[in-house]
Nanobody, 118 residues
Framework: QVQLVESGGGLVQAGGSLRLSCAASGRTFSSYRMGWFRQAPEKEREFVATISRSGFSTDYADSVKGRFTISRDNAENTVYLQMNSLKPEDTAVYYC???????????WGQGTQVTVSS
């Protein structure tokens, strides 16, 4: 079992930056692949980015490539999402999630709101 707590959301103008953090409980953080997802009002939750257990491998949704960077610090049990050049369409609740190894994510945080004004 792992508990995830996101932070770092807020209100920012278009073109600005935010860094989201997701702190994980437990001593097995490095055994989980981590991901970020988002859900805008009246839309389905969508994949944003994922990072391997070691942190050497990452993948991104096309909509955020070149603007967002996912990283992790296994010593601090934390995964980050650096978001640059934010657009109004990035407005959503952002969730971090942990996967034990399959394509499914097993644990989810409560989410943090990101609002980008035009």
């Amino acid at each position: 079992q792992v508990q995830l707590v996101e932070s770092g959301g807020g209100l920012v103008q278009a073109g600005g930056s935010l860094r989201l953090s997701c702190a994980a409980s437990g001593r097995t953080f490095s055994s989980y692949r981590m991901g970020w997802f988002r859900q805008a009002p009246e839309k389905e939750r969508e994949f944003v980015a994922t990072i391997s257990r070691s942190g050497f491998s990452t993948d991104y949704a096309d909509s955020v490539k070149g603007r967002f960077t996912i990283s992790r610090d296994n010593a601090e049990n934390t995964v980050y999402l650096q978001m640059n050049s934010l657009k109004p369409e990035d407005t959503a609740v952002y969730y971090c999630a942990a996967s034990k190894g399959s394509t499914r994510y097993d644990y989810w945080g409560q989410g943090t709101q990101v609002t980008v004004s035009s």
